[in-house]
């Protein structure tokens, strides 16, 4: 069974500009959650979505913000880029609530 | 909110020696994971814990939650290379999200 893809691995973009992450589950996983890390707050709780609902959210600003489609497949998107939001990204998919969560290899974003 | 602890924050071991790591809750524990992450890379799920005084080992590592459910632990026998990594204790938080600890990163030398 295939594992969580996350795509693009690596992506620079400079202040102001916007960004779209894209994570696929794993096939009949349908919970998507999103994380940040960085090396000085750890990892951080961005969303969770589930059949296309917003579960749950993070303490982060309304530049985050995400969806899920109808194949789970889930986006995250950045809008006007600040250097703090270098960090890796991580999406997890899991079978349910009471399920582990099972992490792609993340998205870096560096922003310049 | 709950907050987990871990320590140490950082191990340097030599090959062949016992390890713990510890992981700390400020509230009843309600399920336990713990991770292993290499650097810049996804986390890889080692194990759950739900009940108190409940163990699980997997190949060399085994982990502990306490019957308090508020401490879990991690111990690895007889470290190797491939041990090394950063260590992530993981709990259903307040508000039903995943929260985790602020890591424990293992450097294991021959």
């Known amino acids: 069974k295939a594992g969580v893809t996350q795509t693009p691995r690596y992506l620079i973009k400079t202040r102001g500009q916007q960004v779209t992450l894209s994570c696929s589950p794993i096939s009949g996983h349908r919970s998507v959650s999103w994380y940040q890390q960085t090396p000085g707050q750890g990892l951080q709780f961005l969303f969770e979505?589930?059949?296309?609902?917003?579960?749950n959210k993070g303490n982060f600003p309304g530049r985050f913000s995400g969806r899920q489609f109808s194949n789970s497949r889930s986006e995250m998107n950045v809008s006007t880029l600040e250097l703090g939001d270098s960090a890796l990204y991580l999406c997890a998919s899991s079978l349910d609530r009471r399920s582990p969560l099972h992490f792609g290899n993340g998205t870096r974003l560096t922003v310049t | 909110s709950q907050e987990l602890e871990q320590s140490p924050q950082s191990l340097i071991v030599q090959e062949g020696k016992n390890l713990t790591i510890n992981c700390t809750s400020s509230k009843t524990l309600y399920g336990l994971y713990w991770y292993k992450q290499k650097y810049g890379e996804g986390l890889i799920f080692l194990m759950m814990?739900?009940?108190?005084?409940e163990e699980k080992s997997h190949e060399k590592i085994t982990a502990k939650l306490d019957e308090k459910k508020q401490q879990s632990s991690l111990h690895i026998t007889a470290s190797q290379p491939s041990h090394a990594g950063i260590y992530l204790c993981g709990a259903d938080g307040d508000t039903d999200k995943l929260i985790f600890g602020t890591g424990t990163r293992l450097q294991v030398f021959p």
């Open positions: 979505y589930f059949s296309e609902t917003q579960r």
């Open positions: 814990l739900q009940k108190g005084g």
